[in-house]
């Protein structure tokens, strides 16, 4: 953690972290997405340019370049670390427009890109690759359709995007378009603002270089820690407008810490305001909220966060090696859990989605109803049969085994215990209601 406070308190209030933030940029041939990176200043003179001007883009430093202007050294250019003062000179205005190889600074461009470009970062920055810290999985197009279609339906105008850059992103193109329309045809009647506007809460500090200080901040969503204290008022105010919360943790990220991050946000964001009542802040948050998870953590996501209904889309990403989409041979196990009433988040029928009448809710086409169980089981993907010995639906190709008394594949060992036997319990006694820390029978 960059803050750990011994009360426990989540650090919204965004003091400097600088003593405990470890240096990642002085890992050679690494990258994080940890380092200092300047605002969106440089983003926006290039962006007025044209679509079709030239901008140049380091691949080692993952900086935008102003080709016409002096570069910096870049940063990643060799294998010793460069330091700050270093990474800031200027060297020759070397005339590196339209550049494919490395230049006289260490910078190693990416050819062919455009102002257009900058306008759709996730397409031009790397995603972090660390599936065990902060692998960044970019969503398809259909599930970014699909949640700004329910934006949309339920007339929300603020979104909190918490780890989904993606979705910001596509927002904030939207007022691009705006501003362009208004600056070329300043008469035109039928320009309206649009109606969805977002800010960004991220790890990954490259992201403010496109956004910048207006519409992002650096930000750790497991301990609320606010990397920048001089953005805490914006993020503030943020959390205050919003009408929803999109959050994709990590895979396998603490979802308990998580959800106390978001149990804490609005009060801390109300005591930002002078005019905001103590009883506004003892209240519970406003905003809806849609959580991206595997279906497996559903009993994690519903303790963690109570209130969250788990719908049957199943979300695929751009950059998945398996779970890509168009292209995914499984089924992915990441659904969305959301607050809002099931009824009302209507998924595509064009991709086999069906509204079922008893649950009132959407469900895909294979997981059907179940009369005994009174709702629809699946949850992996495959139709599941109901048992009548188990008095519950389970996966195909299970059997009832009298000597178990459940359902297990054929073949199996019936002296082994089941597999289910140890999630959520202790891991010492097997026994609910503790964990090992507390176990009566553990020693020392």
């Known amino acids: 953690d960059d803050n750990d406070d011994d009360d426990g308190n989540v650090a919204l209030a965004a003091r400097a972290s600088s003593k405990r933030r470890r240096n990642t940029d002085a890992t ?23 679509d079709d ?27 010793t ?22 230049t006289s600074h260490g910078h190693q461009l990416v050819p062919g890109r455009t102002c257009k470009d900058l306008l759709q970062p996730s397409r031009l920055l790397v995603p972090l690759d660390e599936d065990k810290a902060n692998a960044q999985y970019f969503f398809a197009e259909e599930c970014m359709q699909l949640v700004l279609e329910l934006c949309k339906r339920l007339k929300l105008k603020r979104v909190l995007c918490l780890g989904t850059p993606t979705i910001h992103e596509r927002i904030q193109r939207g007022w691009h378009r705006h501003r362009m329309t208004k600056t070329q045809h300043p008469g035109q009647d ?9 800010f960004l809460l991220d790890l990954d500090g490259r992201w403010n270089q496109f956004y910048g200080p207006n519409s992002f901040a650096r930000f750790n969503m497991f301990n609320g820690h606010v990397f920048d204290a001089s953005s805490w008022p914006r993020v ?59 279906y497996f953590q559903q009993g994690q996501v519903e303790a963690a966060l109570p209130g969250l209904h788990m719908m049957d889309f199943r979300v695929n990403y751009q950059n998945h090696a398996v779970y890509s ?17 099931p009824k009302r988040f209507h998924l595509p029928k064009r991709l086999g989605y069906r509204f079922c009448k008893p649950c009132q809710q959407f469900r895909a086409a294979e997981n059907l109803h179940c009369n005994k169980c009174k709702t629809c089981p699946s949850k992996d993907g495959r139709t599941y049969m109901h048992c009548d010995a188990c008095g519950h639906c389970v ?27 140890m999630v959520g319990r202790c891991h010492i006694c097997g026994e609910s209601g503790h964990r090992r820390r507390a176990c009566p029978t553990r020693s020392g």
């Open 236 to 294: 503030a105010e943020a959390v205050r407008q919003c009408d929803v919360v999109i959050v994709d943790p990590p895979f396998g990220g603490v979802l308990p810490a998580l959800g106390r991050t978001l149990d804490r946000l609005w009060p801390a964001a109300c005591d930002e305001d002078p005019d905001c009542d103590a009883a506004a802040s003892a209240t519970k948050p406003p905003w809806h909220t849609i959580l991206f998870c595997p």
């Open 325 to 341: 989409d168009g292209h995914s041979k499984r089924v992915s196990p990441v659904r969305m859990f959301s607050s809002v009433e």
């Open 395 to 421: 996966k195909p190709g299970r059997v009832h085994c009298p000597t178990c008394g459940r359902c297990e594949l054929p073949g199996h060992d019936c002296c082994a215990a089941p597999t289910t036997f």
């Open 28 to 50: 050679p041939g690494m990258f994080r997405g940890q380092g200092s990176y300047p605002d969106d200043k440089l983003v926006k003179a290039l962006v007025a340019r044209g």
């Open 190 to 198: 039928n320009n309206k603002p649009p109606a969805l506007d977002s």
């Open 53 to 79: 001007e030239l901008v140049g883009f380091c691949s080692r430093c993952q900086r935008v370049l102003d080709l016409s202007a002096p570069l910096a050294v870049c940063s990643r250019a060799t294998d």
């Open 81 to 102: 670390p460069v330091s700050s003062d270093e990474c800031g000179r200027e060297g020759p205005n070397n005339d590196v427009k339209g550049a494919t190889a490395t």
